[in-house]
């Protein structure tokens, strides 16, 4: 079965914002071919209204944005902890095989 690899790259455009916040993306290293995938940009405790896709020549947009946003106070005595996040998801559908590289969004 031919595998299709996917390089993905990690980005972090709230460097100057505390390290509590940030953006992850989750993508599969490995994705069969003639098959999709979901990409994931996960922004942590920041405000973010949306996020701007970059080109995706080698892929065919099937879905998203999909947003889902979730938030978490956790109470431990007299501490307060809140967290919140926003997660993007885009289904993608690969145009051939090989390797590819998903640049920031």
Same mark, same amino acid.
């Given at each position: 079965?031919?595998?299709?690899?996917?390089?993905?790259?990690?980005?972090?455009?709230?460097?100057?914002?505390?390290?509590?916040?940030?953006?992850?993306?989750?993508?599969?290293?490995?994705?069969?071919?003639? /098959?999709?995938?979901?990409?994931?940009y996960?922004?942590?405790?920041?405000?973010?209204?949306?996020?701007?896709?970059?080109?995706?020549?080698?892929?065919?947009?099937? /879905?998203g944005?999909?947003?889902?946003? /979730?938030?978490?106070?956790?109470?431990?005595? /007299?501490?307060?902890?809140?967290?919140?996040?926003?997660?993007?998801?885009?289904?993608?559908?690969?145009?051939?095989?090989?390797?590819?590289?998903?640049?920031?969004?």
């Amino acid at each position: 079965m031919s595998r299709l690899f996917l390089t993905y790259l990690l980005l972090l455009p709230f460097s100057l914002i505390t390290k509590a916040q940030g953006v992850k993306i989750i993508v599969p290293e490995e994705v069969d071919q003639n /098959s999709y995938f979901e990409l994931k940009y996960v922004v942590e405790n920041a405000d973010v209204n949306d996020i701007t896709l970059p080109k995706l020549s080698d892929f065919t947009l099937l /879905s998203g944005p999909n947003l889902s946003t /979730s938030s978490r106070t956790i109470f431990n005595g /007299s501490k307060m902890t809140s967290t919140k996040s926003s997660t993007y998801t885009y289904i993608l559908e690969p145009k051939g095989k090989g390797t590819f590289t998903i640049p920031p969004a």
